[in-house]
């Protein structure tokens, strides 16, 4: 700073910048000002790309501006990881916010210095202005089609009473239908995001959530009239077009997430625009992560139920009980529009079904207690550890689970009664109830026995306009006194993963809070302690060097290795949005490992930490880092500094060495019985495991085609045939069923 001058606060800086006169001269005389960016200056500035939804947009373009000035990379990365540069979010009708600050960081890029990969993202990003064309003219689509189905509502009068059919009941009686009938069409392979199969259950819920949205915002839903659903409407595709665009919506959303938060690069063939990311091993992980996920679950899954009695299952007794009472708790009532089946549990019936505490143990029917042992295990806690996390103040996953009973049973027995349904009609207006919200809460005290816990998970299931609102998050939502919900929906969700993967999104702090445990941690040290060979293992471990404080989580000594592990537990994510947790927790253990590996390469740092720390003997060992994650993804991404690898397939290379198909078994070690060089190769990026499962992945693409231009991202799935071709190959078989194996074959030769 020159003699004289006064420094300046942050915002008194930004607003010294003048937009239209911004030039070298201007930047020089800023930068005077203040030497660097304070972590208190960065914090306001990024308060303003928080808001780049509602906030003006001059003082957005300002505050990136501004934080350009010192850091001209580091400001575009923040705002491309806030959202500032998509073009879903509006300005006016004739240019969106993210046109206007593209254009003008491209026309200052040389002012403010920005790097070629940035500029190429601007260069980018704009380029791909075909996006806010896609956004606009889809969204007034979808205004069409809403406005002519409002004004060719069903208003009809029956038995003195006014009945008007509405969207926002026939969209929640839409997906309640497919999930209580199961339809699991799913052509995603296909790539074809034109046809509304290719989307999933969840894909549609989350499309069908955004369409209610927009109907409750545009009109009142009035406690005072009675809403019915027009059946017909339902059951053709008149709904389903209009589905399949908010699905395509959120589909491009997804794409330009990849831009902009994972850096996937756009390129231009002909009327082809393609997103691929410039290391493929990215996508691969990913893919590779969901497709395990659900490979693991249905395995799970599968061996579970196998081993409950018959009786346990929820499924099973609702058969019964509408076997033994019939019509006495379900009945076909009304005529035309009204036709329709209302169900009426006994309170005593109720009463038994919600008994928990037998010889002081909570008991679980069968389909409880499976999805409680698998969230868990997904967890990476213990089953007193779940116990003990709270969800809301008083509730845990325990209580979430209890409180989906009732549903469950409810949607069994719609099960059995509408089996014998022909008249689809009939089924579709059943489908979402309207109760009470005062006996909807009697009901879920018979689960919950607790007061405190009713009004929690009411609150916590209910549509809450200050967040985004999700079907399958706040599926409860109030008119007047009465709440309506989708019970297929209720009963199907994984409702103990949304309710806590909700509680992050608004920022619940109890969410937080382990009291004091770290169970991926633990789980970690406990994998290695079961193992044969004898490590010296030590976890949380802080430590000092050159004036930073670091702390490894889990830190493995071997005669002539050391392993330093950064535990991360984020939630498993179900979109590219949610992703965002784990590559953030991912990028918080890189830069620790950076720290401690420097450290540890330091003799002097080394040997006293030896010394006076782990006591044990000083000597020169080699290296070895890892981040060890609880989700599944990215643990064959060879980008990165330090590997990634999942807990589970940790504790197989420790423990057992299987690799697990339906008719055969290898083993992963090199020899018999397992050697701390089996571990080494799982921690190198080009190792067998990991170059196994990379190879195995087949490309595919995604397209969506509008207005004559297609966008194509490209991915990734898992050949299973080619994984057991490549292990068959590259590693010791332990068992093969012989006619099991040939039928796969026979069966994929005569799919290609």
């Not at 700073?1 to 915002?11: H, N, V």
């Not at 026995?449 to 809450?464: A, F, G, R």
């Not at 994998?527 to 004898?534: A, I, N, V």
Request: include cysteine.
């Amino acid at each position: 700073m020159k003699d004289g001058a006064i420094a300046l606060k942050i915002d008194d800086l930004m607003q010294k910048i003048d937009l239209n006169l911004l030039n070298e001269e201007m930047c020089i005389k800023l930068k005077n000002q203040k030497v660097e960016l304070s972590n208190r200056d960065k914090k306001y500035l990024l308060n303003f790309f928080t808001y780049y939804k509602s906030g003006i947009k001059e003082n957005i373009l300002k505050a990136i501006v501004c934080f350009a000035i010192w850091e001209p990379d580091e400001a575009i990365n923040q705002a491309r990881k806030k959202g500032v540069f998509r073009y879903r979010v509006f300005g006016n009708n004739t240019k969106t916010k993210a046109r206007y600050y593209l254009e003008y960081l491209i026309l200052k890029k040389d002012i403010l210095c920005f790097s070629r990969e940035t500029n190429k993202y601007l260069k980018q990003k704009y380029e791909f202005v075909w996006l806010e064309h896609f956004y606009i003219e889809t969204e007034k689509k979808i205004d069409k089609e809403i406005r002519y189905h409002y004004k060719r509502k069903i208003k009809k009068k029956i038995n003195g009473i006014r009945f008007e059919s509405s969207l926002h009941k026939e969209l929640l009686a839409y997906i309640d239908r497919i999930f209580l009938l199961e339809e699991q069409k799913q052509t995603k392979q296909d790539g074809n995001y034109n046809i509304l199969s290719t989307f999933s259950q969840e894909e549609k819920a989350e499309g069908i959530s955004y369409l209610f949205f927009k109907y409750i915002q545009k009109y009142e839903i009035s406690p005072e009239k009675n809403y019915i659903v027009d059946a017909t409407y339902i059951n053709s595709n008149k709904i389903e077009k209009l589905i399949l665009l908010a699905c395509q919506i959120n589909y491009v959303l997804e794409m330009e997430l990849l831009i902009d938060f994972y850096d996937y690069d756009i390129y231009y063939e002909g009327k082809n625009i393609i997103l691929r990311n410039k290391d493929e091993t990215l996508e691969k992980s990913v893919q590779l992560g969901y497709i395990m996920q659900k490979m693991q679950s249905i395995l799970f899954f599968d061996r579970r139920y196998s081993g409950h009695k018959e009786y346990d299952c929820l499924e099973t007794i609702s058969r019964q009980i509408v076997q033994k009472l019939g019509n006495k708790i379900g009945k076909r009532v009304g005529n035309e529009l009204l036709t329709r089946y209302i169900f009426e549990i006994p309170t005593v019936l109720l009463k038994k079904m919600s008994e928990q505490n037998i010889e002081g143990k909570v008991q679980f029917y069968k389909e409880e207690g499976v999805e409680l042992e698998h969230f868990s295990k997904e967890m990476c806690m213990s089953l007193n550890q779940l116990y003990e996390k709270k969800v809301t103040q008083n509730c845990n996953a325990y209580d979430i689970l209890l409180s989906q009973r009732f549903f469950r049973i409810i949607y069994f027995i719609q099960k059995n009664f509408y089996q014998n349904e022909k008249d689809i009609n009939v089924i579709v207006q059943s489908l979402i109830p309207s109760i009470d919200r005062e006996m909807l809460k009697k009901i879920l005290f018979m689960f919950l026995k607790n007061k405190q816990k009713v009004d929690e998970i009411y609150d916590l299931l209910s549509y809450d306009k200050n967040y985004k609102f999700d079907i399958q998050y706040t599926p409860f939502f109030e008119t007047g006194k009465k709440v309506i919900f989708p019970i297929s929906v209720m009963a199907n969700s994984n409702l103990m993963r949304n309710t806590i993967a909700y509680s992050y999104l608004s920022k619940n702090k109890i969410i937080n809070d382990n009291n004091g445990i770290e169970p991926l941690v633990k789980l970690c040290e406990n994998y290695f302690r079961q193992c044969s060979y004898e490590y010296e293992i030590f976890i949380n471990k802080n430590y000092k060097y050159k004036g930073k404080s670091g702390e490894i989580d889990v830190l493995v000594v071997s005669n002539s290795d050391l392993i330093i592990i950064e535990c991360k537990d984020p939630l498993m994510p179900t979109s590219n949005f949610e992703m965002r947790s784990t590559f953030e927790h991912i990028e918080k253990a890189q830069k620790q490992l950076d720290l401690s590996k420097k450290a540890f390469e330091d003799n002097g740092f080394r040997n006293k930490f030896f010394r006076d720390s782990l006591h044990i003997d000083a000597k020169y060992r080699n290296i070895y880092t890892c981040v060890v994650l609880g989700n599944r993804l990215f643990s064959i991404w060879s980008g990165v500094r330090h590997p990634i690898r999942n807990i589970h397939e940790l504790d197989m290379i420790l423990n057992s060495g299987i690799i697990n198909s339906t008719f055969a078994k290898w083993s992963i070690w090199k020899g018999e019985k397992y050697s701390h060089e089996d571990l080494i190769d799982f921690l190198k990026q080009d190792g067998v495991f990991i170059k196994i499962m990379q190879d195995s992945m087949e490309a595919f693409d995604n397209k969506l085609t509008f207005a004559g231009k297609t966008i194509q991202y490209e991915s990734y799935m898992l050949n299973m045939k080619k994984l057991f071709l490549i292990c068959d190959d590259k590693l010791r078989l332990i068992e093969k069923r012989k006619n099991k194996w040939d039928e796969f074959f026979d069966i994929n030769e005569e799919k290609n």
